[in-house]
C-alpha cells in the first residue's frame, strides 16, 4: 500500500547509475522532486545551493563515505532527513549511522516496498516538525511536541536535572527512527517515557502497541509478534495480526524485553534486521514498519556478560538509551509527584484532595521505595483510603518500616508477618546492599507459595500473581531447588 504525502525534494547519492536510476524513478513516481549526486563533492555542492526534505546516500561512495554527508548534515544544523543505504549485514554501519543522526537505514539489496514505506516516514517527520513548530525552537523543552506529545511529556511529572534531562532527550530522539531503550528500576516511568517519545514523534498518528515480553507463555510469542494464519496451529481459526503488523506505521514498545526467551530473541533480531516477518503458517513475508522502543529494569549487559541475552539483539535495541534514575535519587521530584498523585486520587473517588502535611512529606521521603512511582502511588492510595477524608494517614509499605537515615536505610525492618523468613536462616545476617536483602524476601515468599501448593509451581505461581515462565524464571534466578523442577505435567506448557 502506498501512503500519500505531499510531494518532497529529495537528493539521491549513489555512485552506480542504474541504482541511481531505480532509485529516482520510484521517487518521480511517487510525485517527488528529485536531484542526483554521484560522490560526496556533488552532493555537498547541491547541498550548498538547496534546500532538501530528505537525502538517501549510499555509505561508500567514490571519494569518501555517506557518513561523512550526514555529519555535515549535522553540524550546520540542517534540517534533512537522512537516509543511508548501507551493505547487506553491516550492522555496524547501520547503528552508527543512526547514532550519527540518521533518521533511517536501508539494507541492499533496497526492497522497493520498503524503500517507499522508509521515504515516506522521513517526509512525513519533517511535515510533522514544521506543522508544529519552527525546528529552532526545539532546545526548549516542550515547544517542538503537538499537543498530543506535550499531554505525554506533561505527565511525566518532576523537575529534577533527571526528569527534565529526559523530557530534553525524548524530544531529540522522537523524530527518528533509531531504536530506543528505556531503562531504570520497576515503577519509574518507563512506560510513560517510551509512550512520549511515540506522542512526540511523526509516527503518533500511528498505532502505539505495547507488549510485555515477560507476560505471554514462551510458545505463543511467535504468533504473538508475527501474526498466524489459519490453521498455522491448533485453534487458530482464522488468520490473526501479530503486534508487528498491529503497530504497522507507529510505535511497538517491547516492555520488559530481558524476559524474553533466547530462541525469540533470535527470531525478533532477524526481524530487526531483515525488516521483514513471516507469519506463523505463512510463506509469504511482510514487510515491518514499525519504530522499535524496548524497556527493561535489568542490567541488560549483565545479561549479556550471563548468556541470557543476545549481543547483537541488545546492540541493535539499544542504539539509543534513556536511563531513569530511581525515585530515591531525585526526592526533590517528591513534593509534586505527590501533589499530582493526590489530585488524581481524589478526582477518582470525587473528593477533595486532601492536603500532604511535611512531616508526611519527610517521612516519604525517607523510605526507599524500590517500587519507585508506582509504590508511591500505593502508598498515597492507602494513604488516602485510610484517611479522614481531609488528612492523610500514611500506612507504612509492607517489606520496610521507614529509615529516619541513611544508617536505618542500609539495615531496614522487615515488617512482614505471613511469609516464615527464618526458613531462609539468613535474614539476621542482613546484608548491606538493596538488592541482597530483596531477593532474600522474594526467596521467602516464593517458597513460601511453593510449600502451600505442593510444589507446585503453577498454583504457586497464580497465588503470586505471577506466570508460569515468570516463577520459572525468579526460581532458577533465586536457585530454588524445588521438588517440582522436574517436569510436571501440570506445569507442561
Ligand atoms: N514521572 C512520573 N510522573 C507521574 N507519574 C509517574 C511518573 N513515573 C511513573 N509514574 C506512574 O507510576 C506508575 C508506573 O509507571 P510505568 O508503568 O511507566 O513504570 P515502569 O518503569 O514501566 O514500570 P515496570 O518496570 O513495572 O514496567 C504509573 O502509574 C505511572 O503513571
Redesign the pocket.
Known sequence: MTISVSPAHILVVDDEPDLRTLYELTLLREGHRVDTADNLQQAQALLATHHFDVVITDMRLPDGLGMSLLHHIKAQGREERSIVITAYGSAQNAVEALKAGAFDYLTKPVDLKQFRAVVTSAIRSVAEVTTDTAPSSRSNVGAAAGALGQRALD????QSDC?QQIKARILKVATSMAPVMVT??????????AYAIHANSHRVKGPWVAV?CGAIPETLLEAEFFGARKGAYTGATQDREGFFQAARGGTLFL??IGDLPLPMQSKLLRAIQERRIRPLGSNQEEVVDVRIVS?T?KHLAQEVQNGNFRQDLFFRLNVIDLV?APLRERTQ?LPE?CQ??LTRIAQESDMPTPVLSKEMLRELSSLPLPG???EL?NLLYRAVALGDGQSLQLDRPMQFSPAVNDSTLDAPEFDLPSPDLSETGRLDQRPDDLQTQLDMLERALLVQALQATQFNRTAAAARLGLNLRQIRYRMARLKIDAPSNDERTDDSL
Open positions: 505527565r511525566l511529572i518532576g526528569m531504570g528500576e520497576s515503577g519509574t516511568g518507563k512506560e510513560l517515557v510485555n516492555d520488559e524497556a529494569h531513569i521530584d509527584l499530582a498523585l519507585n512511582v508506582r502511588e
